[in-house]
C-alpha cells in the first residue's frame, strides 16, 4: 500500500519490438510489487509503430516522453542496411539525451571473471551515429563509392566528459579513462581526447584521468578488466565496448542503460530485440529490471532501487532461480515472480 502523500511519477512505456513484451509484461508487474508510484502511458515505436502509423516514432509517442520527459523502453527492432533510421538514434537526437549510462557488474559470483563494477559513459549523439552517408555511383554501379562522415563538437565533448567526471564524483568512483583513435581518427576522437583532458584537469586529485586507444582497450578488457574503472568514450566505440562489458558479466541478459539529457531521461537494456528469442518467454528480463532500478535512482528513489536490487540478487544466489543465459532453467514469467515473490517475503 503506498502512503497517499507520495508523488506518482508519469513515465511514457514503449513496449518495443521481438522479446520487448516478454520482458516489459514482467518488469512492470515487479514494479508493481515494488510499490512503485508511476503512472504508465504506453506508446509505440520501432515495427509496432510502423504497423500502426506508418512510422518507428510515431508523434504520440513523442508528445508523451515530451510531457512527462521520462521513459522506459523496451528494444526496437531496425532493419539491416535499409528501411528506416534506428528510433533510438533518433529519440536520442530529439531529446538531446547525450549521455548513455552503461554499468557492468558481476551479479552471480563464479563466472568467468569475478568482481566486476565497470560505468561506460557514452557520448550518445555525435560521432559516426550522425548518419551523414551517402554514396557515389559510378558507371553503371550506384553504390560503387560509400561515404560516412562523423561529427564532434567541442560542446559535445565537453559535456559527456564533464557528465562523465561529475559522475564520478558522486558516486564515489576513482579513475575515468578517456578511450579514443585520435592516432587514426585524428580530428574527429583527436578532439574528443583533447578536451577530455582540459576537463580531466579540473578534477585532478579527485578522479584520476587516464586513456587508452579503443584496440588496446578491448584487449585489455578481456585481460584485465580491474584495471578500468570508468570508460569514457565516443558514440560508436561505446556502442562496442559496452556489449563486450556485457560479456565480462554474463552477457547481454545484465546489461542496462540509462540515455540521459537535457530535454528527458529514457531508461533502457542494452540488448536489442533478439528475434531469435521472440514467442519462447526465455528472455531474461533483468537488463530492463536493472534500467528500471537506474530509472528509480533517476528520480530519487534510491531506497525503491536499493530493495529491488537485493530482491534481484537473493533470487539469483539464495533461490537459484536463473534463466537459461545465465545456466538456469527458468523462464522469463518463472524469474519474474520469484523476484516478486522475494518482494512480498522483506
Ligand atoms: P540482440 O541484442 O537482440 O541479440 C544478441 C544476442 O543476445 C542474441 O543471441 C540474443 O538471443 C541474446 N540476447 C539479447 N537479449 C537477451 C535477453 N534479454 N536474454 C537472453 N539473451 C538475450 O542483437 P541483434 O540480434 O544484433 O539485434 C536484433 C535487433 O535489435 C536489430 O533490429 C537491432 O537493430 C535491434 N537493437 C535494438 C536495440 C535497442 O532498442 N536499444 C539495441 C541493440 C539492437
Redesign the pocket.
Known amino acids: 500500500m503506498q502512503p497517499t502523500t507520495e508523488k506518482v511519477v508519469p513515465v511514457t512505456l514503449i513496449p ?4 520487448s513484451a516478454e ?1 516489459v509484461e514482467p518488469t512492470i508487474k515487479v514494479l508493481e510489487a515494488l510499490g512503485a508510484a508511476f503512472a504508465w502511458e504506453a506508446h509505440k515505436a ?1 515495427m509496432a509503430g510502423v504497423d500502426e502509423f506508418g512510422d518507428p516514432l510515431p508523434q504520440p509517442t513523442l508528445d508523451s516522453i515530451r510531457r512527462t520527459r521520462l521513459a522506459l ?8 542496411g535499409g528501411g528506416y533510421r ?3 538514434v533518433r529519440l536520442r537526437e530529439t531529446f538531446n539525451l547525450y549521455a548513455n549510462i552503461r554499468p557492468a557488474r558481476n551479479l552471480i559470483p563464479g563466472g568467468r571473471y569475478e568482481n566486476i563494477d565497470l560505468v561506460l559513459v557514452r557520448e550518445n549523439t555525435e560521432g559516426l551515429y550522425v548518419g551523414f552517408e551517402h554514396y557515389i555511383p559510378i558507371g553503371d554501379d550506384p553504390r560503387a563509392v560509400a561515404i560516412g562522415s562523423g561529427v564532434n563538437t567541442r560542446s559535445g565533448c565537453r559535456r559527456i566528459a564533464e557528465y562523465a567526471f561529475e559522475y564520478a564524483v558522486n558516486n564515489g568512483r576513482r579513475k575515468v579513462t578517456v578511450v579514443h583513435k585520435a592516432n587514426i581518427l585524428e580530428a574527429l576522437t583527436g578532439l574528443f581526447l583533447e578536451t577530455a583532458r582540459d576537463v580531466g584537469k579540473r578534477y585532478e586529485g579527485r578522479v584520476q584521468l587516464d586513456e587508452r586507444i579503443v584496440d588496446a582497450c578491448a584487449m585489455q578488457l578481456v585481460l584485465d578488466p580491474w584495471q578500468f574503472d570508468m570508460i569514457l568514450t565516443t558514440n560508436l566505440f561505446g556502442d562496442i565496448l559496452s ?1 563486450l562489458m556485457a560479456g565480462l558479466v554474463g ?3 545484465m546489461a542496462p ?1 540509462g540515455n540521459i539529457g537535457v530535454d528527458a531521461a529514457i531508461f ?10 521472440a514467442g519462447k518467454g ?7 529490471l536493472l534500467a528500471s532500478a537506474m530509472m528509480l535512482e533517476h528520480v530519487g528513489r534510491q531506497d525503491l532501487a536499493r530493495r529491488l536490487r537485493e530482491a534481484i540478487d537473493r533470487t539469483l544466489n539464495e533461490d537459484k532461480v536463473r ?3 545465465l545456466g538456469g532453467t527458468a523462464s ?1 514469467e518463472r524469474f519474474a515472480q520469484a523476484i516478486i515473490g522475494r518482494l512480498k517475503s522483506d
Do not use: C, F
Request: glycine share 16%; proline share 9%.
Open positions: 518495443g519490438d521481438g522479446i520482458i520501432g523502453k523496451g528494444p526496437l527492432t531496425t532493419p539491416v534506428s528510433s533510438n556489449d552477457g547481454l541478459g542503460a533502457e537494456a542494452v540488448h536489442g530485440s533478439a528475434p531469435d528469442l526465455v528472455a531474461n528480463p533483468l537488463a530492463l534463466t537459461r543465459d522469463t
